[in-house]
Nanobody, 119 residues
Framework: QVQLVESGGGLVQAGGSLRLTCAASGRTFSSHVIGWFRQAPGQEREFVGLIVWSDHSTNYRDSVRGRFTISRDHAKNSVYLQMNSLKPEDTAVYYC????????????WGQGTQVTVSS
């Protein structure tokens, strides 16, 4: 019953910034872990980062650490992915997903939002 909707994607030049939003409806994130993933054309979906809703802890893949920041807004039931210093290799469809803390699999997925970084 959890629905996730990503927004904020678009076209940006290399070195620019975008902020993606993952908004939940139907229920709150409560005890969930919220992950960000991306998939470029012809490539497998890859993990970008995550935030643990309850304690605000985060984790990032090495290639985005220091450039991307995940944050939360309890009042808006939203999670944000702030992307700075974007590179053409960041071009992908970005997805947010939710799972119960402690579970292996992510149970809920959004439809994705396109991020295109031009050189």
């Amino acid at each position: 019953q959890v629905q996730l909707v990503e927004s904020g994607g678009g076209l940006v030049q290399a070195g620019g910034s975008l902020r993606l939003t993952c908004a939940a409806s139907g229920r709150t994130f409560s005890s969930h872990v919220i992950g960000w993933f991306r998939q470029a054309p012809g490539q497998e979906r890859e993990f970008v980062g995550l935030i643990v809703w309850s304690d605000h802890s985060t984790n990032y893949r090495d290639s985005v650490r220091g450039r991307f920041t995940i944050s939360r807004d309890h009042a808006k039931n939203s999670v944000y992915l702030q992307m700075n210093s974007l590179k053409p290799e960041d071009t992908a469809v970005y997805y947010c997903a939710a799972k119960i803390s402690g579970k292996v699999e992510y149970d809920y997925w959004g439809q994705g939002t396109q991020v295109t970084v031009s050189s």
